[in-house]
């Protein structure tokens, strides 16, 4: 039974040569020559369905509407070239990124609490209602409008997922949003190991990664 299932499957997708990957009625891919680009539009493409269940909850919570989702989307490639803020980025936007929640109910921690706060914890708490991280959020905002002489308030929309409305000052914003993804990964890879979120800590850690990144580009 398994077996034919198996079959149905490669026969609804594949054709006889096996590097055909038939993606929908219009859409056929060569696996031999596809490159990282078309599987980053077909990426794109699937996310603008409307039926992805993070985005969708995200737009329960706060004030996001499709064409906002379409910046995010778009922009999410160009933000950074560090394959693990990538990845954290997109996990974040599907809501898998993994809290004390995840953890304690799978039995691998033995509570659900904040190790921030003590409240119970969850994606939208560790990045919207904790108290420990809403301080922490408001202190990188103080230190990059300082470093940065800018004068930037964000929405809690700009907070999570970057700044997409068009701009002058597109470096400035660029900036912005490469901070602002590594600050969420911060808090997150602090929290899973039980650290405190420090600011000196985090202006040492981001000023050299974006360093890198900067090398990277140049």
């Known amino acids: 039974m398994k077996a034919r299932q198996i079959e149905s ?21 060569n696996l031999d020559k596809a490159k990282s680009r078309d599987f980053y539009k077909l990426f794109i493409d699937k996310t603008h369905n409307g039926g992805q269940t993070g985005p ?6 706060l004030s996001l509407n499709d064409e906002q ?10 933000l950074c070239k560090e394959t693990k803020l990538k990845e954290f980025q997109f996990k974040f ?4 990124v993994v809290t004390k929640r995840e953890l304690f109910k799978y039995g691998i921690k033995t509570d ?22 809403k301080s922490f ?20 929309e700009e907070i999570l997922f970057g700044i997409t409305s068009n701009s002058n000052e597109k470096g400035i914003i660029n900036k912005f ?8 990964y911060f808090i997150h890879s602090r929290k899973l190991n ?18 890198i990144e900067n090398n990277v580009n140049n």
């Open 177 to 184: 949003n490469y901070i602002t993804l590594f600050m969420r």
């Open 137 to 156: 959020i408001q202190k990188v905002i103080r230190w990059f409008n300082t470093t940065y002489n800018s004068h930037i308030s964000p929405t809690i």
């Open 9 to 29: 499957v490669n026969n609804q997708f594949f054709t006889s040569n096996d590097h055909l990957f038939h993606f929908n009625r219009n859409f056929i891919l």
């Open 112 to 133: 659900d609490e904040c190790c921030f706060c003590g409240e119970n914890d969850s994606i939208d708490h560790t990045f919207i209602h904790c108290s420990f991280t």
């Open 93 to 96: 936007i599907h809501r898998i």
């Open 194 to 211: 039980n650290k405190p979120i420090d600011l000196l800590d985090f202006v040492n850690a981001v000023q050299q990664r974006h360093l």
């Open 69 to 78: 989702w379409a910046k995010i989307f778009k922009t999410t490639r160009k």
């Open 56 to 61: 969708k909850r995200w737009s329960e919570i």
